[in-house]
């Protein structure tokens, strides 16, 4: 059937959308929408912070210290698609700098330059706030305008157009005559109830500075006249229009020419205005003027020849450019770039360079150093909906991003710490003797972690190396990304000596190792536990510590009686992490005061957030059941129809409970069973 395309439009596309964002009007009827709505004319720096705000906050605690998550990071604009994750504190830092810019404290008089290593997101943060503003421009909060000129006739003072539009989109405030914007401002500024104030700062451009003049000679100075040959229109931002937001990307040197940020001579037009240095021969298309009322991205900003790097000193402090032959040029935008760590070295060194260092905020994007939040860049590429036909394994994503993560630690400077104990205390794990302080201490003592390791880009290219690789077979599991991920080592271009490729590899050893505790664990609860049964023991191991500590007695739940705490029962769970007879009664009394702990944070103690404890609980529930189910049946050549039953009880809740599909469940059994096989003990 086909589709009656009038029809589909004329349900589906709103002309009344259209009108509402290509308003027009007098400049008094725009006088009359700033004096109902002040924040129509704020700057860019105004704008882009409330465009952040817009979406929302919510706060955490990490380390005893409170963080912001701004929403909008979660790209809410696209699904996710840009969304960063692992790195709100630095974030903060950047929202930091746009509410002080806002406020006019200085800092909007500043390069913004995001510096990380490759594959760090600095990218993703600039599409986020390009795409974020210019989405902001289409709604009422963030409405803006600009201005042309219009004649009846074909008048000279226009080049015998009928209208000119402002080349820079710019503010029509800027129109008032400066001896009385000063006034005009604190009226304005008296009825809003805002943190930051509204500032109408210099001139228009050159090209409507000149018929500005010649209409105000022609009107003999009357500016209230010359205004009605004004016509304010609604402004909406575009990159791909290059209205309000621009990039700027360096290309060889020789190609280089600096009128790509500030314009050049429309050589055609000096026929019609008679010298190339009339404005209105002039095109203000460079990307400092396109950019204006928005924002400017340099892409890999250091690479830029010396000569690009002095205009960013005059964009940035004085907030104007030099457009060849014409006078400084005032533009309101927020000029970011971004680097990575070679470049910047570059600039620290070069002594030339001082003025730029001076003039530039640095905020450091630095790789995830957070398990579960590196785990969520790949489940926003590989899952059920990305990939209908082919099934990821539990704890494949997973064991890319540990071995990820391993690259970018520092060696812990404690001798009875590992890397991979560090990843999980960052992770929010517990371990003996180290609290919230302790893990904050790691954090500053590691003073470039984060900035070196493998990218999440390599992960990705090798996940997805794998799954084309492995399309056949219908499921890939963590061997067959843990084989790609090393494979691709030796080809790796920023791996810069054999000791980093030797660290690598033996990273991948730990992460390879910690997989095999994991499904280990996986099969045993699978086999012996519910959750209802872990529950039931945690409660009474906690009551008998609690008697034990305290040196009171517990009540027998079935007699009713106070007996002592039982002390073979508490070392029946303690023995199966390694808890000798001389340090139980420590374990016991750090368990009861890390619950006490949370209790004075009106948290609930849950068994899962010590992972020791977790894991003597479900090992002592797996010791008291095997019995019942002997693992090295599973690879026997010869099975009954009782064990069968068993193996199928088994891979069935491993499906339900824990993700697995029936593919990897039966590779995880009989991998598992292989090691049990070979007699290895279980590990704590």
Known sequence: MSIDIKNFIEKNYSKEDFSHLHWEGSFQDYIDLVTKNPAICRNAFQRVHDMIMSYGTSTYTEYKKEITRYHFFDDPMENGKDAIFGIDVHLMKLVNFFKSAARGYGTEKRVLLLHGPVGSAKSS???????????????????????????????????????????????PLKLIPPEVRKKFLEELNNTIDSPYKLKIKGEVNPACRFILSEFMKRNDGDWNEVMKLIRVRRL??????????????????????????????????????????????????????????????????????????????????????????????????????????????????NEFMEALRDRTVKIDVPYITRLDQEVR????????????????????????????????????????????QKLKLFNGKTLPGYNEDNVK????????????????????????????????????????????????????GLISSSDQLDTFREMLAVARQEYEDIVKNDVQKAISVDETAVETLCANYIDNVKAYTRKEKVRNKYSGKLEEADERFMRSIEEKIDISDAIKDDFRQEIISFIGGLAIENKKFDYRMNERLHRALELKLFEDQKD?????????????????????????????????????????????????????????
């Not at 055609?268 to 924002?295: C, H, Q, V, W």
């Open 628 to 684: 019942s189910f002997k693992l090295t049946t599973i690879i026997s050549n010869v099975v009954d129809k009782q064990t069968q039953e068993k193996i199928d009880v088994v891979k069935t809740r491993l499906m339900k409970n824990f993700g697995y599909c029936e593919i990897c469940a039966t590779d995880t059994l009989n991998y598992v069973s292989s090691i049990f096989a070979k007699g290895d003990s279980i590990k704590s």
């Open 441 to 492: 201490e790691l954090r500053k003592e590691a003073v470039r972690e984060g900035l070196d390791g493998i990218s999440p880009r390599y992960i990705q290219d090798k996940i997805s190396n794998s799954l084309v690789k492995n399309s056949h077979i219908g499921c890939l599991n963590p061997f067959m990304v843990f084989n790609e991920l090393e494979s691709g080592l030796k080809h790796h």
């Open 236 to 349: 909406v931002l575009s990159e791909k229009d290059r209205i309000g937001i621009g990039t700027f990307q360096p290309k060889d040197e020789k190609n280089q020419d600096s009128t790509e940020l500030t314009g050049d001579i429309n050589y055609r037009k000096i026929a019609l205005y008679g010298s190339d240095s009339d404005p209105r021969a002039f095109n203000f298309d460079g990307e400092f003027n396109i950019a204006n009322r928005g924002i400017v991205e340099f892409i890999e900003m250091l690479k830029l020849d010396v000569a690009f790097l002095y205009d960013l000193l005059g964009a940035s402090q004085e907030q104007s450019i030099k457009p060849k032959k014409f006078a400084q040029t005032d533009i309101d935008e927020v000029i970011l770039g971004h680097t990575n760590e070679p470049e910047f070295r570059k600039l620290q060194s």
């Open 377 to 420: 860049i790949y489940q926003k590429d590989y899952n059920s909906e990305t990939l209908p036909h082919m099934h990821v394994a539990p704890h494949t994503l997973e064991m890319a991003s540990l071995w990820a993560i391993l690259t970018r630690l520092e060696e812990p400077k404690k001798a009875d710490l590992t890397k991979l």
């Open 125 to 171: 943060i600039s599409r986020l706030l390009k795409k974020g503003i210019e989405l902001y421009s289409k709604t009422d909060d963030g409405a803006l305008y600009t201005y042309e000129w219009i004649c009846d006739d074909e008048n000279d003072i226009l080049g015998g157009a009928k209208t000119f539009a402002s080349p820079m989109h710019e503010e």
